[in-house]
């Protein structure tokens, strides 16, 4: 059958495109980029807010509607397991509704006659899937699947079920394949990677140990960290090792303690700023990132007010801003009074401006500096080759002369913010 995959969510559901795409592989189907020739199609959705679930939905319509004969439709993903039988009741497009731990089963389920909802959790791993990846040099290793944090504003730990790691010497023999296979950068994905653990091996020395196997030719990064479980272990192993990446992705969410406490993170605005500065100081040149949460329940104009300042403290170089969105089953629904829509869209819009005001800042002051980037392909724009530094700022490169997965020395000479321009410099 020739099949296409569409992607939304965060690089978990990225990397389950590529084990989904690895399955019906193995199983002699093909994937493909096109839509319109596709006899499936498979939408892996994201739940983590209403726009996204709303707008993977409408995909689906859209896409049904492509191929000249109606393909068969598959939801995958987070919306999957959170509505399952539901969603295949309402929307008659759809024949088969697949949560995120079954997807092994697919190909025994195309060839059902009948519509069917399967969301069992927990059980699969996909240790025997050899995963497509579509990202060379670029790739994802996951160590941990499922998060049990429970943040009260949070749907995940609803639809990636309870937490598990993966055995490290899978995941050190998935590395070496990776670095043989010539992978210049390896990204370590769980929800929550400092609770990785298994047979008493925490996630700094998890990390050692992959960039050790990893090398001097392959960097290594990793997504996501509750700031609760950055311990110094984890930031010394960072500092130690060249090939781990000065970057790291730290959501603070909110930079009021009644706030935190009310989302149940397990940090303080104090500890949290404490932890940044522990990294810039091990790591001076470190590009840190937050997501930021604007009018969760209860969220006075002063509690807001300290969003505001903890991002003009860290000034952070990227950050990731949500407004609140009512997800079904959390416990922050119950917390009252909810701030309405529009204050909370105004709330956004003040966080937005600020941080593009930084990330700005923060952009143009690396010009002149020298830095080694990893070509990851064509850029947008023809004739040019995009790439990316150990923090994982986007470079663009004017010319064509050069593969991806190589490092090149180069000087940066234009920064906007998010993309920046670089060229070349012999060493
Ligand atoms: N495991 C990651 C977060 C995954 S969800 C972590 O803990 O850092 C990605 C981001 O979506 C969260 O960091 C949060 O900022 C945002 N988010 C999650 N639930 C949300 C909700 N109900 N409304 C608005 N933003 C939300
Ligand atoms: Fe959600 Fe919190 Fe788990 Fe992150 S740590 S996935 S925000 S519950
Ligand atoms: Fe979205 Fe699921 Fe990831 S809800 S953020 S795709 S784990």
Redesign the pocket.
């Known amino acids: 059958m020739i099949c296409h995959i569409e992607v939304y969510g ?1 690089q978990m559901n990225v990397h389950d495109g590529e084990i989904l795409s690895g399955i019906l592989k193995a199983a002699g189907h093909t994937v493909v980029r096109n839509a319109k020739i596709a006899e499936a199609v498979f939408v892996v959705t994201c739940a ?2 209403e726009h996204a679930e709303t707008r993977a939905l409408g995909r689906i319509t859209h896409l049904a509607g492509i191929p000249k004969k109606k393909p068969i439709m598959v939801l995958c993903g987070c919306v999957a397991q959170e509505h399952g039988e539901k969603l295949l009741k309402k929307i008659k497009l759809l024949d088969f509704v697949i949560g995120p731990d079954v997807y092994h089963l697919i190909p025994e389920l195309l060839q059902e006659r009948r519509r069917l909802s399967v969301t069992d959790q927990g059980a699969e791993d996909y240790e025997q899937v050899k995963a497509v990846r579509e990202q060379f040099p670029r790739s994802y290793v996951t160590v941990m699947r499922g ?1 049990d ?1 429970f ?1 009260t ?4 730990p609803y639809v990636r079920g309870r937490e598990r790691s993966r055995p490290s010497e899978l995941i050190l023999k998935e590395v070496e394949k990776l670095v043989e296979a010539g992978y210049g950068e390896i990204t370590l994905l769980g ?2 990677v400092n609770s990785y653990t298994h047979n008493g091996m925490n996630f700094p020395k998890l990390l050692e140990k992959v960039s050790t196997v990893a090398g001097d030719r392959c960097r290594v990064r990793f997504v ?3 700031p609760r479980d950055l311990t110094a272990e984890l930031a010394s192993v960072m500092a130690s090792r060249e090939n781990i990446c000065n970057q790291f ?1 730290l ?1 603070a ?1 909110s930079g009021n303690d009644r706030v935190l406490k009310a989302m149940r993170r397990g940090y303080t605005r104090n500890g949290y700023i404490e932890k940044i500065a522990m990294l810039k100081e091990l790591m001076p040149d470190i590009v840190i990132s937050t ?3 604007a009018g969760f329940p209860g969220e006075t104009l002063e509690e807001f007010e300290d969003t505001v300042s903890l991002m003009k403290e860290v000034r952070y170089d990227y950050a ?1 801003l ?6 079904e089953g ?1 416990a ?1 629904l119950n917390i009252s009074p909810p701030v309405p829509v529009k204050e909370r869209l105004r709330r956004l819009s003040i966080l937005q401006d600020l941080q593009a005001k930084i990330t700005l800042e923060k952009s143009r002051e690396i010009i002149g500096r020298e830095m080694t980037v990893l070509v990851t392909g064509p850029a947008r724009r023809a004739g040019q080759m995009a790439s990316r530094t150990m923090g994982n700022r986007l470079i663009i490169l004017e010319s064509l002369d050069f593969t991806p997965g190589e490092l090149v020395p180069v000087r940066i000479v234009k920064a906007d913010g998010y993309t920046h321009f670089g060229e070349p410099v012999s060493v």
């Not at 504003?153 to 995940?156: L, P, S």
């Open positions: 965060c983590v807010r998060c944090n943040c504003y949070c749907i995940v929800q929550n996501t960290s509750n992705h959501p969410q997501d930021m949460i990731f949500f407004r609140y969105s009512e997800r959390t922050a």
